[in-house]
């Protein structure tokens, strides 16, 4: 089995009153595995390399990155860079206080979706005080657009209980590199989860999470502590070694679902072989870093548990 294998699972209610999560009802089916996924003891980590303006860097070689487990520098032994096909979740706010700020969302989200691959798929989950799979996966993204066009903000924020029925549907994904994308203005205010559940969940996933977190400019240049909402996303991001971009001003939201849908695009894939077992069950902590004279942003899993088999 492949070292740092993900753990699948249900997000069952807390309480046996409250109603199932649907799913979609495709009929999921194994992804073909890459070339560098065949030798069983490899431990892979996705890295994405971005420069001070969020774009990402192609063309760097194995030789370009350094690579530590538990503090220990490891050999890249297996290295790739291929732009293969996505499967990704959209999960979308559409709270009520997303009024003012629909239109430019979806303009957002049809940017992002102008760069999918004729074999990426893509699914919808909508929020507000619950959330609902409202497009299932399906190559066609019209489909995505043509719901965003009716939807109406209303209500309160689950934000949290979407991503955890994101990560539900992502069961039926035909892809290996899945990611999230969430776009939301705020925290959560009326999830029946909690953010120590989801951060969890979201580590001992295979998902990589990208949040755009559209915030006011004054309450952006609050005190870390103040800011409704930004912790949440960074952290939910950083535990997939993901990326959160906070959005000051309504019209840069498309520019940076582009430079996201750019950089998901272009990751590269290192392989190495620990040593010693890594069939313990515990969480080992990765490091990543780029031997570059530029100053760049590298972004990757921070670590992965060992199998128990």
């Not at 760097?60 to 990704?88: C, N």
């Amino acid at each position: 089995m492949l070292i740092g294998a993900i753990c699948l699972f249900a997000c069952a209610a807390p309480g046996a009153d409250e109603p199932p999560v649907s799913i979609p009802t495709r009929v999921r089916t194994s992804p073909t595995p890459a070339e560098f996924r065949a030798d069983s003891e490899l431990v892979l980590i996705p890295v994405s390399v971005t420069d001070s303006k969020n774009h990402a860097i192609t063309g760097l070689g194995r030789d370009a990155f350094r690579i530590f487990d538990d503090k220990t520098e490891q050999t890249v032994v297996q290295f790739a860079r291929e732009d293969v096909p996505l499967s990704v979740g959209i999960v979308f706010d559409s709270s009520g206080s997303m009024k003012d700020k629909l239109a430019k969302s979806r303009e957002a989200v049809d940017q992002f979706l102008r760069g999918a691959n004729p074999e990426d798929e893509f699914f919808l989950v909508e929020f507000s005080k619950s959330a609902r799979l409202t497009v299932p996966f399906t190559t066609n993204t019209d489909e995505i657009r043509e719901r965003l066009r009716h939807a109406e903000p209303r209500g309160r924020t689950a934000l949290l209980d979407a991503v955890c029925l994101a990560m539900e549907s992502m069961k039926g994904a035909q892809n290996a590199r899945r990611a999230l994308l969430i776009l939301s203005d705020g925290g959560d205010n009326y999830s029946r989860y909690t953010e120590t559940e989801m951060r969890r969940r979201v580590r001992e996933s295979d998902l990589w999470v990208y949040a755009m977190g559209i915030y006011d400019h004054r309450t952006a240049i609050l005190p870390e502590a103040t800011r409704p909402g930004q912790d949440l996303l960074e952290a939910l991001a950083g535990e997939s070694g993901g990326r959160h971009s906070a959005v000051e001003y309504l019209a840069d939201l498309p520019d940076v679902a582009a430079r996201i849908s750019s950089e998901l695009r272009n990751q590269y894939v290192l392989g190495y072989r620990p040593g010693g077992s890594r069939h313990d069950g515990k969480y080992h902590r990765v490091q990543v870093k780029v031997v570059e004279g530029r100053h760049l942003m590298v972004s990757w899993r921070p670590g992965y548990y060992g199998t128990t088999e």
